[in-house]
């Protein structure tokens, strides 16, 4: 079983428009941290955003924010104002144990368009 | 800090030769995974050191794989008689218990290609 599931294989979304991104995650383990990270065309990935499963708030950095809805096991990534920068894959993960050195699990991703 | 990097960013090469990578992970981070991504896929952890052990690997870390991080600093990942099953993205990352949520920061990655 996948235990990170983007269903979105391609979003588009015009500038300046709100956007969100699912992820829903499959663990028996009560603690796990959720990340996302941005890999542009030129393969580097970059981090975006960490959720633990017993922080109390959705964790929020710039213009993303993630929406943890942890009894329906979801993580989605909202993106407020989308440059055409923000155009990119978009992947999601999680770490079970949530415990230093343990291997990130990511999901497929999902392709952002972004157009003016 | 400047991040993790790698080299060479892209390496082409006939099946059967070996291949050596370099990562260079942001300093003072003691921990260094290697990850492989294959095309349309996400990222896929090979292997896991923290200092100078290796302390976990992948099943997909067959026999001809081996990864080295003799001084806890930079790692190198070869590949022995390459195949072309091996043409992928090859993605290092570095984290530290310094930062609270541990969280793994990527290089550019190396990009392998098996004639």
């Known amino acids: 079983a996948q235990k990170i599931t983007q269903t979105q294989p391609g979003m588009f979304v015009q500038e300046k428009e709100a956007v969100t991104l699912d992820c829903t995650y499959d663990?028996?383990?009560?603690?796990?941290?959720l990340f996302w990270y941005k890999q542009p065309s030129s393969g580097e990935m970059i981090f975006l955003i960490y959720q633990g499963s017993y922080d109390q708030q959705n964790a929020t950095e710039g213009r993303y924010s993630l929406n943890f809805q942890k009894a329906r096991k979801s993580a989605n990534l909202v993106i407020s104002a989308s440059q055409l920068g923000d155009s990119a894959m978009y992947f999601c993960?999680?770490?079970?144990?949530?415990?230093?050195?343990?291997?990130?699990?990511f999901g497929k991703g999902t392709t952002l368009s972004v157009s003016s | 800090d400047t991040g993790v990097s790698q080299d060479p960013r892209h390496k082409i090469t006939k099946r059967g030769q070996n291949v050596t990578f370099r990562c260079d992970p942001i300093s003072e981070h003691n921990r260094l995974y290697w990850y492989r991504q294959t095309l349309g896929q996400g990222p896929e952890f090979l292997t896991y050191f923290q200092n100078e052990a290796q302390l976990e690997k992948s099943r997909l870390l067959s026999d001809r794989f081996s990864a080295e991080r003799p001084k806890g600093s930079f790692s190198t990942l070869e590949i022995q008689r390459t195949e072309q099953g091996d043409s992928a993205m090859y993605l290092c990352?570095?984290?530290?218990?310094?930062?609270?949520?541990?969280?793994?920061?990527f290089g550019p990655g190396t990009r392998l290609t098996v004639l």
């Open positions: 993960a999680m770490r079970e144990r949530n415990q230093a050195g343990t291997a990130l699990i």
């Open positions: 990352a570095s984290s530290s218990n310094r930062e609270g949520t541990d969280t793994q920061y």
């Open positions: 663990t028996s383990d009560p603690s796990y941290g």
